[in-house]
């Protein structure tokens, strides 16, 4: 497959490391389940239980804080489901107003059909929660919070939010605190135990892992109701066949991307920065969106005025591009942005951006590529509008 011009959409996926494929390649040629009893099944139970050992020496936790999932969706439904179920009958769910809509979606069907009252947390022009934000919420009833859920940074405009500051005031109120850190792991440095978070939301795809497995670390003693059941593979609160394949190469990932993450982090605030000053000159009208100084250091979110996203995408995809107009989960849904109207943008505004993300592969001829075609595209984009 012909790589393209620029992938500009690491935020989406990143692909995958050659230590992930290697791992995961040489599982595949094994067989066996890791419930079995037998030697094989030993073997692969094995595999999950190294890989467990390595995901949690790379980010702070203790193996038996790792339950593995399908990925970022079920482990942000079993934190949020769970720990709601669990802590009945108290009914307040506090969410960032900015959540990817894994989150969101669960705690949105809380409401609509488990009786739960989910409050969405403001956040100011960056899409930042404010610490006394937080507090203010939870002190309207303290005693009736069952969890709390806010992003670690976001998957739209690469805001990093103070989760170290944010989980102590939970744990002020003794509330649960689970944040989504699919999008930190890998560009920022992240300890589950230094964070002070209760629940964990990792994914392999934007690791450079493979995609359909992820992970939520659980501190202990902490016991989310199960949101699917069966053979109780993971602590008894997720239940599936494990993909020791998978697994495999998730730790891989993880363990790479953690060790690497230091380096890479300083290319690509380097290249991102390169990258937003080349659109400022190229499209001196342009509006930055998110945290202007703590960001992600991949993430670069515009709002080109007088645009569609969607149409700007598409014109820059024909030229070779990838990028993407928010998250990719809800890429073609004709709608306005709920992280840009949080944030005080207009709907058209909100409609009328993207995003640019870097990630391990990314290098400045992906942002000359960008910079070749983005001003005929912007302006041919324009032109359909005003017709």
């Known amino acids: ?29 094994r067989v066996g389940n890791a419930s079995s009893l037998h030697a094989a099944g030993r073997q692969v139970r094995r ?41 009945r009958p108290r009914r307040r769910v506090l969410i960032s ?14 409401a609509d059909s488990q009786g739960a009252e989910v409050e969405l947390l403001e956040v100011d022009e960056h899409g930042r929660v404010h610490p006394e934000t937080l507090r203010a919420a939870i002190e309207r009833d303290p005693g009736d919070v069952a969890m709390i859920s806010i992003m670690w940074a976001n998957n739209e405009v690469g805001t990093i939010q103070p989760i170290h500051v944010l989980a102590a005031i939970a744990h002020d109120h003794g509330i649960p605190f689970h944040t989504d850190a699919v999008q930190a792991i890998g560009q920022l440095p992240v300890s589950f135990s230094g964070s002070g978070a209760d629940a964990l ?27 699917q059941h069966g053979g109780g593979q993971e602590r ?38 390169e ?9 001196p009208d342009v509006v930055l969106n998110g945290d202007p100084g703590n960001r992600l250091p991949g993430n670069a979110h515009f709002s080109f005025p ?36 949080a944030m005080g943008a207009d709907a058209a505004a909100a409609r009328g951006s993207l995003r640019f993300t ?23 984009a324009r032109r359909a509008g005003l017709g």
């Open 47 to 87: 595999v999950v239980e190294e890989s467990r050992e390595t995901i949690a020496d790379s980010l702070g936790a203790r193996p038996s804080e790792v339950v593995f999932t399908s990925g970022g969706t079920e482990a942000d439904n079993l934190a949020i489901k769970g720990l709601y179920w669990a802590r």
């Open 1 to 29: 497959m012909t790589r393209p011009s620029a992938y500009l959409d690491h935020a989406a996926t990143t692909p995958m490391l050659p230590e992930a494929i290697e791992a995961m390649t040489e599982q595949l040629k």
């Open 97 to 110: 107003s900015v959540e990817h809509h894994a989150a969101l979606d669960p705690a949105q069907w809380l």
């Open 306 to 341: 007088g645009c569609e996203g969607d149409a700007l995408l598409m014109l820059l995809d024909a030229k070779g591009v990838e990028c993407s107009t928010g998250s990719a989960c809800s890429a073609g849904v004709a709608q306005p942005s709920h992280v840009l109207l």
């Open 275 to 283: 990258l937003i000053h080349r659109v400022r000159e190229a499209v």
């Open 358 to 380: 870097l990630g391990h592969t990314s290098t400045r001829d992906d942002v000359d590529r960008l910079i070749e075609v983005l001003p005929a595209a912007v302006e041919r």
């Open 201 to 227: 939301t990792l994914t392999g795809h934007k690791v450079g892992g493979p995609m359909g497995v992820g992970a939520l670390l659980l501190t202990r003693g902490l016991t989310p109701v199960s949101v």
């Open 236 to 273: 008894d609160v997720r239940s599936g066949t494990l993909d020791a394949p998978a697994i495999a190469g998730l730790a891989a990932a993880v363990s790479t991307a953690v060790r690497e993450q230091e380096a890479l982090g300083r290319h690509l605030a380097s290249l991102r920065d």
